[in-house]
């Protein structure tokens, strides 16, 4: 008896340790339920495609990336692609993954973004080591910027050789879809209709490059910014109206004062949800 009540005892200890313990993250279901990597893993294999949201200086969305790709490597060959790499910088980028050219050539030639030491240098080497493709699917800023100011139509003044850095023209758009309204709700009108078509062309080229660099039986998984795949819009919407029969599988990346439960804004906005304590260290 005695030593049944110190198991019990020690048991209560541990339990009660555990709950004390503080957690920097936690996954979530698109309802709201606490979910398991192991688990969230098993359904991302059985997919064709990931839209993995981030927030670009979230030190806990970037390890997870990297995780989540390491083991997605061991069950499926990949493909990977980024946001974070503009098309007309492919060639540059494929240089470097065949070893042509060094880091210190590729960060003189390419377009990096600050942090890419960081938080987007560690996908881009595995991707080296395992002779892995990896897409520059964006389209280049100036084009954006080009559309933010003139709309679509801007486009057909560019080359030919330009426009195939961007999705076929015209593009699909739909303004009516909640993320693009939002946007110019949350500008408050500033930018007018134009601004949700700069993040439309950007959508629909990163859709597009995607779909480019897909190889059947492979599994696609892309890093990009939250907005652009939150609520199964933007890249994923486009991927849809081209290629419905892929299974496409998105992750988003929130953040929270208490983690132990998602807000009632969070669910539903991914597949799956990294839920970050606020306090969290930002990589800038």
């Not at 005695?2 to 209560?12: C, F, I, P, R, W």
């Not at 009660?16 to 969230?40: D, E, P, R, V």
């Not at 692609?81 to 880091?103: C, H, P, S, T």
């Not at 015209?170 to 909640?178: F, G, K, T, V």
Request: one cysteine or more; glycine letters at 6%.
């Amino acid at each position: 008896m005695k030593k049944l009540l110190l198991l019990v005892l020690s048991l209560y200890l541990i339990g009660t340790s555990y709950g004390q313990q503080k957690l920097a993250y936690q996954l979530f279901n698109a309802k709201g339920k606490k979910i398991s990597y192991g688990k969230m893993l098993q359904v991302l294999t059985e997919k064709d495609i990931v839209l993995f949201g981030e927030f670009h200086n979230n030190a806990i969305a970037h390890w997870l990336q990297l995780e989540v790709t390491k083991d997605c490597k061991e069950k499926r060959n990949l493909v990977l692609g980024a946001e974070m790499f503009e098309q007309d910088n492919q060639a540059v980028l494929d240089q470097y993954l065949r070893g042509e050219i060094k880091a210190k050539a590729l960060d003189s030639l390419a377009r990096l973004w600050k942090n890419y030491p960081t938080d987007y240098a560690p996908l881009v080497n595995f991707a080296k080591e395992n002779k892995i493709a990896f897409a520059a699917s964006n389209v280049p800023r100036r084009y954006a910027s080009m559309v933010s100011k003139g709309g679509f139509a801007i486009l057909d003044t560019i080359s030919n050789k330009e426009k195939a850095w961007l999705a076929p023209l015209p593009i699909a758009y739909d303004a009516s879809l909640p993320g693009y309204k939002n946007m110019v709700a949350m500008m408050g009108g500033h930018g007018g209709d134009n601004l949700p078509k700069a993040q439309a062309i950007k959508d629909a080229t990163m859709a597009h490059f995607i779909l480019k660099y897909y190889t059947a039986g492979s599994l696609f998984i892309h890093y990009n910014g939250s907005y652009h795949s939150d609520n199964h819009e933007g890249i994923g919407w486009y991927i849809t109206q081209q290629r419905p029969e892929l299974k496409q599988v998105t992750i988003t990346t929130v953040s929270q004062k208490d983690i132990s439960k998602l807000l009632a804004e969070n669910k539903g906005k991914a597949d799956f949800i990294i839920c970050v304590d606020e306090d969290m260290t930002n990589t800038y």
